[in-house]
């Protein structure tokens, strides 16, 4: 089973990805978290991504592609993966087809997380994120134990400066235009399923799952 998440910043794509690599013993491919570890790692590939990083540019989608390449080379994809965060638009897309056809395989399931500005502004803006080792929490939704301090590793919590409100504004607007295609794109295919992610988490991932049932092949 290989599935997309797709949504706004803010949607859940994240949170919904982990808890479903757990529930259906599937790979959770982020390709923030390959970013990350790629530069952390010193990779080749890593360095030629902080070189755009440092210059305040965005790490083109031919390096980002690269990087998804070696993650798909990995033996825990055999059973299946989550992929959370790619692709971002249509070229992405037209993109990952490609490098998933030259391994014989398709994407089975495209799930749309739909959200309101509203709830994406009101969980964004409470985001905190580890400086350590990256994970997640938020001041009401998913607080840490103790403040400030992150649950894993026992990191500094701090606020990204893209989940301030009024940058949360501006990366919804820029996710707006970049998605009309990618959405039609994935329509044409029918691939496509829209969920509301407004809702309790836990029922929107039981929605999820029972996406996966239709597929005859795969066995929760």
Same mark, same amino acid.
């Given at each position: 089973?290989?599935?997309?998440?797709?949504?706004?910043?803010?949607?859940?794509?994240?949170?919904?990805?982990?808890?479903?690599?757990?529930?259906?013993? /599937?790979?959770?491919?982020?390709?923030?978290?390959? +970013?990350?570890?790629?530069?952390?790692?010193?990779? @080749?590939?890593?360095?030629?991504?902080?070189?755009?990083?440092?210059?305040?540019?965005?790490?083109?989608?031919?390096?980002?592609?690269?990087?998804?390449?070696?993650? /798909?080379?990995?033996?825990?994809?055999?059973?299946?993966?989550? +992929?959370?965060?790619?692709?971002?638009?249509?070229?992405?897309?037209?993109? +990952?087809?490609?490098?998933?056809?030259?391994?014989?395989?398709?994407?089975?399931?495209?799930?749309?997380?739909? @959200?309101?500005? @509203?709830?994406?502004?009101?969980?964004?803006?409470?985001? /905190?994120?580890?400086?350590?080792?990256?994970?997640?929490?938020?001041?009401?939704?998913?607080?840490?134990?103790?403040?400030?301090?992150?649950?894993?590793?026992?990191?500094?919590?701090?606020?990204?400066?893209?989940?301030?409100?009024?940058?949360?504004?501006?990366?919804?607007?820029?996710?707006?235009?970049?998605?009309?295609?990618?959405?039609?794109?994935?329509?044409?295919?029918?691939?496509?399923?829209?969920?509301?992610?407004?809702?309790?988490?836990?029922?929107?991932?039981?929605?999820?799952?029972?996406?996966?049932?239709?597929?005859?092949?795969?066995?929760?």
């Amino acid at each position: 089973m290989r599935i997309v998440l797709l949504g706004p910043p803010g949607a859940g794509k994240g949170t919904q990805a982990q808890r479903l690599a757990e529930r259906l013993n /599937l790979a959770h491919i982020s390709t923030g978290d390959i +970013l990350r570890q790629n530069v952390k790692d010193q990779t @080749s590939l890593g360095k030629e991504a902080k070189d755009f990083m440092e210059q305040g540019l965005l790490v083109p989608d031919s390096l980002m592609a690269r990087m998804l390449l070696d993650r /798909l080379a990995q033996p825990d994809i055999k059973r299946g993966f989550i +992929l959370d965060g790619y692709p971002r638009n249509l070229a992405q897309a037209e993109t +990952l087809e490609l490098l998933l056809k030259e391994k014989g395989i398709g994407i089975d399931e495209v799930i749309y997380l739909d @959200s309101s500005d @509203s709830v994406i502004i009101q969980r964004l803006s409470g985001r /905190l994120a580890c400086s350590n080792c990256g994970a997640n929490f938020h001041i009401k939704n998913m607080p840490p134990k103790a403040a400030g301090i992150c649950d894993k590793c026992a990191g500094k919590l701090y606020q990204r400066t893209d989940d301030k409100e009024e940058t949360v504004m501006k990366r919804l607007q820029v996710y707006k235009q970049e998605a009309v295609d990618l959405i039609k794109y994935y329509q044409e295919k029918k691939k496509l399923s829209r969920l509301d992610a407004d809702i309790d988490p836990d029922v929107v991932l039981n929605e999820i799952i029972a996406l996966t049932k239709k597929h005859d092949s795969f066995k929760v």
